[in-house]
């Protein structure tokens, strides 16, 4: 964990340019052979594992020959991409892994990042692997405590351990490193702002809003009213592109009227644009907000939780007409209440993928399961559609969203019944799923991990598994939203007193991995084309799973238990 240290600097060195840049040119041309390769640049084609590692800052193995190539294809490659396959001028590709490799303390740091991986799926001992891990300790705190010790590749270092005690660790160690983490950012005066150091703080500022969305407490590097006033901004871009749409995010945005253009059934768009409408009216209440109030934001969330629960289990894709989005979509600045979310001719691929069902192409294969029975389905309306019930009374110019298929679905339905010859659309079931958890968290005003049990969580990723790989970087905003549901109930360790629940929960555990990456990995590509929108849509999630928590978006505390923490002096990782 981390400690404070006894010497405390009274002036933080300016951080060094040189750590954020390539060191020598023969080091880049062996990280690309070593990377690249010859013969379609496999590894084990290596005719020794000498080969290309000479240049580099850490014993030529082969043990390190494979556990560099898995650092750079297995676990960075994919932080800016869904399916694997990063554009050339993917940021984690042409400089954050490099950098990593040739840094004498981040290659360190990274062999064990992979060395842990490769332990959890049993290519390494663990002892070898907890070899790795001291020695990278060791490297890390001899580099704090050094003039360096405020420098981007120390950033870099206790990011890194944040990223791998999130995943296999557990969440005490990783608060530890947070707060170190933020002390040294308060020591140095703030996140680095430029070049690959900003790559740094945009993991770690991505990571600590995951790790909060998990924990269901607060984000430590979140600026608060104690010395900690830091933040990270970049300038807005003037367009938005389609894929990065949340139910999250504020504005005029109708998932019904870019429903073609999005490729999505008009009944999900429906519930999408419910849940959008359900989500601003918590976030737009006051910090003391009246009785009356929160009756209405009650009724609201009992209402569309009914309405969701008369729809049809199912629905056919083979009902959704997708598009390009070319000329589907036009610029709405003036649609939207901030330039943030102004819809823009967007490129992006709307088509449903062919690919065969997988979690993640970069990711451990996870054994399929068929979807256990979740008391938020409403599978009893599977048969058909049944008249909604009347609405509450809204006031002026706050109804939820008219000519809405789900309130009219039995007059016009836009589907016909699920048919043996009609292929189920994973995405809308997926979305049916997750949208009573957020009706019954906000109705209830509980927290998800109160409300998703563990058979909810494991109907949301039968589905979610379902939907084409090819499918999902054109749906990043409503995955996310999918998943950030059942996040906390697939990372809990608590046993549920109910029997069968503990079993289920039994078979949820070792999923959670997946839903972690997924949710790191979605944010992280939003992140390196739109931060704005980014940093918007996590603190829009922030501010509602805190008024869950009975907070009035400015505070509460998770199931860690912990509040923020006041240490002074560097952070030393234990």
């Not at 970049?234 to 073609?260: I, K, W």
């Not at 289990?313 to 979509?329: L, N």
């Not at 002026?396 to 789900?406: G, I, L, R």
Request: charged share 20%; net charge neutral.
């Amino acid at each position: 964990m981390c400690v404070t240290s006894e010497k405390t600097p009274k002036k933080p060195p300016k951080p060094s340019k040189r750590s954020a840049q390539t060191t020598t040119t023969s080091a880049s041309l062996a990280i690309s052979k070593l990377l690249n390769g010859k013969g379609g640049g496999n590894v084990w084609q290596f005719t020794s594992p000498v080969d290309g590692m000479t240049a580099l800052p850490i014993p030529a193995t082969k043990q390190n020959a494979l556990l560099v190539h898995t650092f750079a294809k297995l676990l960075h490659h994919f932080k800016g991409s869904f399916d694997g396959d990063p554009d050339p001028d993917n940021p984690f590709v042409k400089d954050y892994v490099p950098w990593c490799i040739q840094s004498p303390l981040l290659a360190h740091t990274s062999l064990y990042i992979s060395a842990r991986s490769l332990m959890e799926r049993q290519y390494i001992d663990q002892t070898s692997s907890m070899r790795m891990k001291g020695h990278a300790i060791h490297t890390l705190n001899t580099h704090l405590q050094s003039e360096n010790w405020a420098s981007d590749e120390a950033l870099a270092g206790v990011v890194q351990f944040v990223s791998i005690e999130w995943f296999f660790g557990e969440p005490e160690v990783v608060i530890a490193h947070l707060r170190g983490l933020r002390e040294m950012v308060r020591l140095r005066g703030g996140f680095t702002q430029v070049g690959v150091g900003a790559l740094v703080t945009k993991v770690a500022l991505v990571d600590d809003a995951v790790v909060a969305m998990s924990l269901e407490t607060d984000p430590t590097l979140r600026p608060a009213e104690s010395s900690f006033q830091f933040d990270y901004r970049e300038p807005p871009l003037e367009h938005f592109r389609l894929r990065f749409s949340s139910p999250f995010l504020p504005g005029s945005f109708v998932f019904a009227s870019r429903a073609r253009a999005m490729g999505i059934h008009p009944r999900t768009a429906s519930i999408l644009d419910d849940m959008q409408f359900l989500i601003s009216a918590v976030l737009s209440l006051t910090e003391s907000p009246s009785a009356q109030g929160l009756k209405k934001v009650e009724l609201s969330a009992v209402w569309i939780h009914e309405r969701i629960s008369k729809l049809p289990k199912d629905i056919g894709e083979e009902a959704v007409e997708v598009v390009r989005v070319d000329e589907e979509v036009v610029t709405a600045a003036a649609e939207t209440s901030s330039g943030l979310h102004a819809p823009p001719p967007d490129d992006d691929e709307a088509a449903e993928g062919k690919s065969t069902l997988k979690p993640h192409s970069l990711l451990p294969q996870y054994p399929d399961f068929v979807s256990s029975p979740s008391s938020t389905a409403g599978s009893t309306a599977a048969g058909g559609d049944t008249p909604a019930s009347s609405p509450p009374n809204y006031p002026d110019n706050d109804s939820p969203p008219t000519n809405n298929p789900t309130s009219s679905s039995s007059q016009s339905p836009h589907s016909p019944p699920p048919t043996e010859q009609t292929i189920p659309d994973p995405l809308y079931t997926a979305v049916r799923l997750a949208a009573p958890l957020y009706a019954r968290a906000i109705g209830t005003r509980q927290p998800f991990s109160a409300v998703c049990t563990p058979a909810d969580a494991l109907s949301v990723l039968a589905a979610t598994w379902r939907i084409p790989l090819a499918r999902w970087r054109g749906v990043i905003g409503v995955l996310l939203f999918t998943l950030i549901s059942i996040v906390s109930t697939t990372s809990s360790s608590a046993a549920p007193e109910n029997g069968m629940d503990a079993v289920l929960a039994a078979q949820l555990r070792p999923h959670s991995g997946f839903v972690k990456s997924i949710l790191q990995i979605g944010f992280m590509q939003i992140s390196l084309e739109n931060w704005e929108v980014c940093r918007e849509s996590m603190g829009r999630v922030m501010k509602l799973l805190e008024w869950l928590r009975g907070g009035s978006g400015a505070g509460g505390k998770g199931r860690t238990g912990e509040g923020t923490s006041k240490e002074k002096g560097k952070g030393k990782v234990d």
